[in-house]
Protein backbone atom coordinates (compact mmCIF):
# COMPACT_ATOMS: atom_id res chain seq x y z
CA UNK A 1 0.00 0.00 0.00
CA UNK A 2 1.16 3.95 -0.47
CA UNK A 3 -0.09 5.73 1.98
CA UNK A 4 0.71 9.55 2.01
CA UNK A 5 0.21 12.20 4.90
CA UNK A 6 -0.47 15.51 4.56
CA UNK A 7 0.93 17.88 7.23
CA UNK A 8 1.21 21.42 7.98
CA UNK A 9 4.78 21.63 7.67
CA UNK A 10 7.52 19.25 7.30
CA UNK A 11 9.75 21.82 9.50
CA UNK A 12 6.77 22.35 12.53
CA UNK A 13 5.83 18.35 12.83
CA UNK A 14 7.63 16.80 15.68
CA UNK A 15 8.35 13.23 15.43
CA UNK A 16 6.52 12.66 18.79
CA UNK A 17 2.96 13.90 17.58
CA UNK A 18 0.26 11.49 16.29
CA UNK A 19 1.12 11.69 12.17
CA UNK A 20 4.38 10.57 12.74
CA UNK A 21 2.98 7.55 15.41
CA UNK A 22 0.38 6.74 12.16
CA UNK A 23 2.97 6.59 9.49
CA UNK A 24 5.61 4.64 11.75
CA UNK A 25 2.86 1.99 12.44
CA UNK A 26 2.46 1.49 8.34
CA UNK A 27 5.95 1.68 8.05
CA UNK A 28 6.45 -1.76 10.16
CA UNK A 29 3.59 -3.33 7.95
CA UNK A 30 5.81 -2.62 5.13
CA UNK A 31 4.00 -0.08 3.54
CA UNK A 32 5.62 3.02 1.37
CA UNK A 33 4.64 5.83 3.46
CA UNK A 34 5.16 9.62 2.36
CA UNK A 35 4.89 12.70 4.14
CA UNK A 36 3.52 15.88 2.21
CA UNK A 37 3.49 20.00 3.87
CA UNK A 38 0.98 21.53 2.56
CA UNK A 39 2.71 24.03 0.76
CA UNK A 40 3.68 21.19 -1.39
CA UNK A 41 0.69 19.79 -3.13
CA UNK A 42 0.31 21.12 -6.99
CA UNK A 43 -2.08 20.16 -9.99
CA UNK A 44 -0.34 18.53 -13.17
CA UNK A 45 -1.51 19.54 -16.16
CA UNK A 46 -3.06 16.13 -17.08
CA UNK A 47 -5.24 16.74 -14.69
CA UNK A 48 -3.88 15.01 -11.25
CA UNK A 49 -2.54 15.86 -8.17
CA UNK A 50 1.65 16.17 -8.16
CA UNK A 51 3.63 16.55 -4.93
CA UNK A 52 6.92 17.21 -3.37
CA UNK A 53 7.41 14.46 -0.09
CA UNK A 54 9.87 12.74 2.08
CA UNK A 55 9.59 8.91 2.31
CA UNK A 56 12.25 6.71 3.80
CA UNK A 57 12.97 2.60 2.64
CA UNK A 58 14.82 -0.45 3.57
CA UNK A 59 16.02 0.70 7.10
CA UNK A 60 15.43 -0.46 10.63
CA UNK A 61 13.89 2.00 13.72
CA UNK A 62 13.50 1.12 17.39
CA UNK A 63 10.78 4.38 18.13
CA UNK A 64 9.06 6.61 15.66
CA UNK A 65 11.15 9.28 16.69
CA UNK A 66 14.34 8.09 15.02
CA UNK A 67 11.78 6.89 12.41
CA UNK A 68 10.75 10.33 11.70
CA UNK A 69 13.67 12.11 12.36
CA UNK A 70 15.07 10.17 9.65
CA UNK A 71 12.49 11.25 7.09
CA UNK A 72 13.12 14.93 8.00
CA UNK A 73 16.88 14.55 7.20
CA UNK A 74 15.86 12.57 3.47
CA UNK A 75 15.60 14.87 0.47
CA UNK A 76 12.55 15.44 -1.12
CA UNK A 77 11.25 12.97 -4.34
CA UNK A 78 8.02 13.67 -6.27
CA UNK A 79 4.94 11.65 -6.36
CA UNK A 80 1.46 11.70 -7.95
CA UNK A 81 -1.60 10.51 -7.28
CA UNK A 82 -1.69 7.82 -9.98
CA UNK A 83 0.89 6.15 -7.82
CA UNK A 84 -1.21 6.53 -4.38
CA UNK A 85 -3.90 4.39 -2.53
CA UNK A 86 -4.39 6.77 0.30
CA UNK A 87 -4.07 10.24 0.61
CA UNK A 88 -4.87 11.40 4.88
CA UNK A 89 -5.48 14.56 5.46
CA UNK A 90 -3.64 15.14 8.94
CA UNK A 91 -2.79 19.08 8.83
CA UNK A 92 -4.44 21.07 10.96
CA UNK A 93 -6.05 24.19 8.91
CA UNK A 94 -6.50 26.43 12.13
CA UNK A 95 -3.11 26.46 12.75
CA UNK A 96 -2.69 28.58 9.50
CA UNK A 97 -4.70 31.39 10.67
CA UNK A 98 -3.18 34.93 10.45
CA UNK A 99 0.07 32.94 9.40
CA UNK A 100 -0.82 30.82 6.06
CA UNK A 101 -4.23 31.76 5.25
CA UNK A 102 -3.72 30.21 1.38
CA UNK A 103 -2.82 27.17 3.48
CA UNK A 104 -6.26 26.71 4.91
CA UNK A 105 -8.14 24.85 2.48
CA UNK A 106 -5.36 23.37 0.30
CA UNK A 107 -5.74 20.09 1.36
CA UNK A 108 -9.36 19.26 1.03
CA UNK A 109 -9.20 21.00 -2.35
CA UNK A 110 -6.31 19.30 -3.66
CA UNK A 111 -7.61 16.04 -2.19
CA UNK A 112 -10.89 16.02 -4.41
CA UNK A 113 -8.55 15.84 -7.61
CA UNK A 114 -6.74 12.99 -5.84
CA UNK A 115 -10.31 11.16 -5.80
CA UNK A 116 -10.39 11.42 -9.55
CA UNK A 117 -7.47 9.11 -9.57
CA UNK A 118 -9.54 6.32 -6.91
CA UNK A 119 -7.45 7.27 -4.14
CA UNK A 120 -8.89 6.94 -0.79
CA UNK A 121 -9.02 10.38 1.08
CA UNK A 122 -9.28 10.29 4.51
CA UNK A 123 -11.19 11.88 6.19
CA UNK A 124 -13.87 12.51 3.06
CA UNK A 125 -12.38 16.12 1.66
CA UNK A 126 -16.03 17.26 0.85
CA UNK A 127 -16.58 17.06 4.58
CA UNK A 128 -14.14 18.12 6.16
CA UNK A 129 -14.52 21.39 3.82
CA UNK A 130 -18.03 22.08 5.98
CA UNK A 131 -16.18 21.21 8.85
CA UNK A 132 -13.31 24.52 8.86
CA UNK A 133 -14.65 25.82 11.70
CA UNK A 134 -17.20 24.91 14.95
CA UNK A 135 -20.60 25.62 13.22
CA UNK A 136 -19.98 22.05 11.97
CA UNK A 137 -20.34 21.12 15.92
CA UNK A 138 -24.22 22.34 16.15
CA UNK A 139 -25.36 20.09 13.49
CA UNK A 140 -25.12 17.31 15.77
CA UNK A 141 -28.04 16.40 18.13
CA UNK A 142 -28.72 19.34 20.44
CA UNK A 143 -29.10 16.63 23.41
CA UNK A 144 -24.70 16.36 23.03
CA UNK A 145 -24.35 20.05 23.07
CA UNK A 146 -24.43 23.09 26.00
CA UNK A 147 -26.20 26.10 25.07
CA UNK A 148 -24.54 27.88 22.32
CA UNK A 149 -25.49 31.37 20.57
CA UNK A 150 -22.73 32.43 18.15
CA UNK A 151 -22.88 36.16 17.17
CA UNK A 152 -21.12 39.54 16.51
CA UNK A 153 -23.39 41.01 17.98
CA UNK A 154 -22.49 42.74 21.51
CA UNK A 155 -26.44 43.32 23.08
CA UNK A 156 -27.00 39.49 22.13
CA UNK A 157 -24.15 37.99 23.68
CA UNK A 158 -24.76 40.24 26.80
CA UNK A 159 -28.38 39.02 26.54
CA UNK A 160 -26.75 35.50 26.41
CA UNK A 161 -24.63 36.16 29.64
CA UNK A 162 -27.51 37.17 31.69
CA UNK A 163 -29.24 34.40 31.03
CA UNK A 164 -26.44 32.05 31.90
CA UNK A 165 -25.99 34.12 35.22
CA UNK A 166 -23.26 35.96 34.31
CA UNK A 167 -21.04 32.93 33.46
CA UNK A 168 -20.49 31.60 30.05
CA UNK A 169 -17.67 30.61 27.68
CA UNK A 170 -16.58 32.72 24.94
CA UNK A 171 -13.97 31.62 22.16
CA UNK A 172 -13.62 32.63 17.89
CA UNK A 173 -15.85 30.47 15.67
CA UNK A 174 -12.84 28.88 13.77
CA UNK A 175 -9.55 27.88 16.12
CA UNK A 176 -8.22 25.34 18.10
CA UNK A 177 -5.80 23.95 20.85
CA UNK A 178 -8.05 26.57 22.98
CA UNK A 179 -6.40 29.67 21.42
CA UNK A 180 -8.39 32.62 22.48
CA UNK A 181 -10.92 30.89 25.02
CA UNK A 182 -11.56 32.91 27.84
CA UNK A 183 -14.41 32.25 30.91
CA UNK A 184 -16.71 35.15 31.61
CA UNK A 185 -17.87 36.15 35.22
CA UNK A 186 -18.83 38.61 37.89
CA UNK A 187 -15.48 39.13 38.24
CA UNK A 188 -13.92 40.05 34.79
CA UNK A 189 -17.57 41.11 33.09
CA UNK A 190 -16.23 44.94 33.26
CA UNK A 191 -13.47 43.42 30.60
CA UNK A 192 -17.16 41.66 28.32
CA UNK A 193 -16.95 44.34 25.60
CA UNK A 194 -13.05 43.87 24.94
CA UNK A 195 -12.82 40.34 25.16
CA UNK A 196 -15.99 40.27 22.92
CA UNK A 197 -13.76 42.85 20.19
CA UNK A 198 -10.87 40.70 20.55
CA UNK A 199 -12.29 37.75 19.64
CA UNK A 200 -14.78 39.31 17.01
CA UNK A 201 -11.59 41.01 15.43
CA UNK A 202 -10.71 37.64 13.63
CA UNK A 203 -14.78 36.65 12.26
CA UNK A 204 -17.42 35.70 14.91
CA UNK A 205 -17.94 34.80 18.60
CA UNK A 206 -19.05 31.95 20.03
CA UNK A 207 -20.77 32.05 23.51
CA UNK A 208 -21.11 29.51 25.46
CA UNK A 209 -22.72 27.58 28.37
CA UNK A 210 -20.29 27.39 31.68
CA UNK A 211 -20.04 23.22 32.93
CA UNK A 212 -19.06 23.53 36.11
CA UNK A 213 -17.60 19.69 35.62
CA UNK A 214 -15.30 21.44 33.38
CA UNK A 215 -13.04 22.62 36.43
CA UNK A 216 -12.05 18.70 36.71
CA UNK A 217 -10.78 18.76 32.65
CA UNK A 218 -12.05 17.29 29.97
CA UNK A 219 -11.96 13.82 28.36
CA UNK A 220 -10.38 13.39 24.75
CA UNK A 221 -11.77 10.07 23.18
CA UNK A 222 -10.93 8.51 19.60
CA UNK A 223 -13.75 7.38 17.62
CA UNK A 224 -12.46 5.39 14.25
CA UNK A 225 -15.14 4.54 11.63
CA UNK A 226 -17.80 5.86 14.42
CA UNK A 227 -16.92 3.87 16.99
CA UNK A 228 -14.53 4.48 20.19
CA UNK A 229 -11.34 2.73 19.23
CA UNK A 230 -10.58 0.38 21.37
CA UNK A 231 -7.38 -2.46 21.65
CA UNK A 232 -7.94 -5.55 23.96
CA UNK A 233 -10.78 -3.86 26.09
CA UNK A 234 -8.56 -0.49 26.71
CA UNK A 235 -10.06 2.53 24.96
CA UNK A 236 -8.05 5.37 23.19
CA UNK A 237 -9.16 8.05 25.40
CA UNK A 238 -7.75 10.50 28.10
CA UNK A 239 -8.84 12.88 30.92
CA UNK A 240 -7.28 16.25 30.09
CA UNK A 241 -6.06 17.88 33.05
CA UNK A 242 -5.29 21.54 33.82
CA UNK A 243 -3.95 22.53 37.00
CA UNK A 244 -2.94 25.94 37.04
CA UNK A 245 -6.32 27.53 37.19
CA UNK A 246 -6.78 27.93 33.18
CA UNK A 247 -9.84 27.01 32.04
CA UNK A 248 -8.26 25.22 29.17
CA UNK A 249 -7.25 21.38 29.20
CA UNK A 250 -5.84 21.12 25.94
CA UNK A 251 -2.12 19.63 26.00
CA UNK A 252 -0.50 22.47 24.20
CA UNK A 253 -2.01 24.86 26.89
CA UNK A 254 -0.88 23.15 29.42
CA UNK A 255 -3.28 20.31 30.03
CA UNK A 256 -1.88 17.20 31.96
CA UNK A 257 -3.42 13.68 30.01
CA UNK A 258 -4.42 10.64 32.73
CA UNK A 259 -6.02 7.78 32.49
CA UNK A 260 -9.88 7.44 32.46
CA UNK A 261 -12.53 4.58 32.86
CA UNK A 262 -15.22 4.38 29.94
CA UNK A 263 -18.84 5.04 30.96
CA UNK A 264 -21.57 3.61 29.71
CA UNK A 265 -22.53 7.65 29.46
CA UNK A 266 -19.36 8.23 27.43
CA UNK A 267 -20.46 5.49 25.39
CA UNK A 268 -24.05 6.47 24.83
CA UNK A 269 -22.26 9.82 23.69
CA UNK A 270 -20.75 8.18 21.62
CA UNK A 271 -23.54 5.98 20.12
CA UNK A 272 -25.38 9.52 18.97
CA UNK A 273 -22.80 11.22 17.17
CA UNK A 274 -22.26 7.60 14.96
CA UNK A 275 -24.31 8.44 12.49
CA UNK A 276 -23.41 11.74 11.11
CA UNK A 277 -19.80 10.83 11.39
CA UNK A 278 -20.10 7.66 9.18
CA UNK A 279 -22.40 10.05 6.68
CA UNK A 280 -19.29 12.51 6.53
CA UNK A 281 -17.21 9.73 5.72
CA UNK A 282 -15.05 10.72 8.93
CA UNK A 283 -13.14 7.95 9.62
CA UNK A 284 -10.70 8.92 12.78
CA UNK A 285 -11.41 11.91 14.63
CA UNK A 286 -11.41 13.05 18.26
CA UNK A 287 -14.01 13.83 20.15
CA UNK A 288 -13.72 16.02 23.80
CA UNK A 289 -16.24 15.30 26.67
CA UNK A 290 -17.05 17.66 29.64
CA UNK A 291 -20.17 15.66 31.98
CA UNK A 292 -22.61 14.11 29.73
CA UNK A 293 -21.74 17.14 27.06
CA UNK A 294 -20.16 16.79 23.92
CA UNK A 295 -17.73 20.15 23.71
CA UNK A 296 -15.93 19.90 20.42
CA UNK A 297 -15.35 17.04 17.80
CA UNK A 298 -11.63 17.63 16.23
CA UNK A 299 -11.87 16.10 12.64
CA UNK A 300 -8.89 17.57 11.23
CA UNK A 301 -5.78 16.27 12.95
CA UNK A 302 -7.16 14.86 16.22
CA UNK A 303 -3.26 14.53 18.74
CA UNK A 304 -2.43 12.63 21.48
CA UNK A 305 -3.11 9.11 20.34
CA UNK A 306 0.13 8.14 20.74
CA UNK A 307 -0.05 9.63 24.20
CA UNK A 308 -2.78 7.10 25.38
CA UNK A 309 -1.04 4.54 23.91
CA UNK A 310 2.20 5.38 26.05
CA UNK A 311 -0.36 5.62 29.27
CA UNK A 312 -2.39 2.17 28.77
CA UNK A 313 0.52 0.37 26.83
CA UNK A 314 -1.25 -0.41 24.32
CA UNK A 315 -0.93 0.62 20.27
CA UNK A 316 -3.99 2.30 18.67
CA UNK A 317 -1.47 3.47 15.92
CA UNK A 318 -1.33 -0.36 14.50
CA UNK A 319 -5.27 -1.05 14.17
CA UNK A 320 -5.96 2.50 12.54
CA UNK A 321 -3.42 1.30 9.65
CA UNK A 322 -5.29 -2.25 9.64
CA UNK A 323 -8.61 -0.34 9.12
CA UNK A 324 -7.13 1.54 6.10
CA UNK A 325 -5.63 -1.70 4.56
CA UNK A 326 -9.04 -2.78 4.31
CA UNK A 327 -10.49 -0.04 2.68
CA UNK A 328 -7.91 -0.34 0.33
CA UNK A 329 -9.21 -3.52 -0.27
CA UNK A 330 -13.10 -3.33 -0.48
CA UNK A 331 -11.87 -0.52 -3.05
CA UNK A 332 -10.16 -2.98 -5.10
CA UNK A 333 -13.18 -5.81 -4.73
CA UNK A 334 -15.58 -3.02 -5.86
CA UNK A 335 -13.75 -1.56 -8.56
CA UNK A 336 -15.19 2.04 -8.35
CA UNK A 337 -18.60 0.99 -7.29
CA UNK A 338 -18.11 2.29 -3.59
CA UNK A 339 -17.65 6.17 -3.51
CA UNK A 340 -15.06 8.05 -1.23
CA UNK A 341 -17.29 8.76 1.87
CA UNK A 342 -18.47 5.37 1.83
CA UNK A 343 -15.00 3.65 2.02
CA UNK A 344 -14.16 6.41 4.15
CA UNK A 345 -16.30 5.06 7.24
CA UNK A 346 -16.10 1.00 6.21
Not at 118 to 142: C, D, T, W
Amino acid sequence: MKLAFIINDHNTEKPFYTTPGLGYAAYKRGHDVYFIGVGELSYASKGHLSVRCKTIKDKNFNSQETYFKAVQKEEFTRITSQDLDVLFLRNNPADEINERDWAQNAAFIFGEIAMRNGVIVLNHPASLAGAVNKMYFQHFPEILRPKTIISRDHGEIKAFFKTQKQKMILKPLQGSGGTNVFMMDKKNEHNLNQTIDAIARDGYVIAQEYLTEASKGDTRLFLMNGEPLEVDGKYAMMQRVNNSKDIRSNIHAGGRPETVKMTEKIKKLAEIVKPKLVQDGMFLVGIDIVGDKLMEINVFSPGGLNVTGDMYDADFCTPVIKAIEKKVYFRDMYSGYLDNSRLATL
